[in-house]
């Protein structure tokens, strides 16, 4: 069955500092996959996703991520952290009905 | 045009009574998803429209949640006799065609007393 595992349940990083924030999964196929922020009160926006090609995908406010096959893994990178990114983030791996979400990352930024 | 919109953004009910939650998704969408999110967990997928359809009822977790989408669009998630254990955030997202990528509403927040 597939699933999704965030091992970080919470990271702390310094402003301006660089980011990974770990994923990984287990699905019986080529998976797509996709990182998603949620905001306190808000819904998830998506950062960004993988289907297929180039395994680093380049998303929104300036975060990427990686595909690993080899691994398992699809960890999200930002090379340096601004304050507005603190947030919940979540990844997920599937499609439409049979997506799976991991339990999420909650970043703090400190000044 | 707009995003997914849920009504209403919060809502206190005591235990035993009956709740209904709204979604309404972005415009043109044929796919509908609801999901519930509990303190510190990720999303628990509950139920699935696509369409025309039967929906994918799946992940509902007993028989007194139910929903229903009208004329592919506007979605109504129904929970009877509440209990304290449903007190969560609920989600709907939509999506369109094979794109895989799900919009999501700000979600409605349920305390049951």
């Known amino acids: 069955a597939q699933s999704v595992t965030q091992p970080d349940i919470h990271i702390t990083v310094s402003e301006g500092a660089s980011l990974e924030l770990r994923c990984n999964y287990s699905?019986?196929?080529?998976?797509?996959l996709f990182w998603y922020v949620q905001s306190p009160g808000q819904g998830l926006q998506l950062l960004l996703k993988?289907?297929?090609?180039?395994?680093l995908v380049q998303g929104i406010k300036g975060f990427e991520a990686e595909f690993k096959r080899s691994q398992s893994s699809f960890n999200l990178r930002k090379p340096s952290v601004h304050w507005s990114d603190a947030a919940e983030y979540f990844c997920?791996?599937?499609?439409?009905?049979?997506?799976?979400f991991g339990a999420g990352t909650r970043l703090t930024v400190k000044p | 045009g707009a995003g997914v919109s849920q009504s209403p953004s919060n809502k206190v009910t005591e235990k035993g009574k009956d709740v209904e939650l709204r979604c309404d998704p972005i415009?043109?969408?044929?796919?509908l998803y609801w999901y519930r999110q509990s303190l510190g967990q990720g999303l628990e997928f509950l139920i699935y429209?696509?369409?025309?359809?039967?929906?994918?009822k799946s992940g509902l977790p007993s028989d007194r949640f139910s929903a229903e989408r009208t004329g592919g669009s506007v979605s109504t998630l129904t929970i009877q006799r509440t209990q304290q254990e449903d007190s969560a955030v609920y989600l709907c997202?939509?999506?369109?065609?094979?794109?895989?990528?799900?919009?999501f509403g700000p979600g409605t927040r349920l305390t049951v007393l």
């Open positions: 997202a939509s999506s369109f065609g094979r794109t895989h990528e799900q919009f």
């Open positions: 699905y019986g196929a080529t998976p797509y």
């Open positions: 993988y289907f297929s090609g180039d395994t």
């Open positions: 997920a791996v599937g499609a439409d009905n049979d997506m799976r």
């Open positions: 415009s043109g969408h044929t796919a």
């Open positions: 429209f696509q369409g025309n359809s039967a929906p994918d």
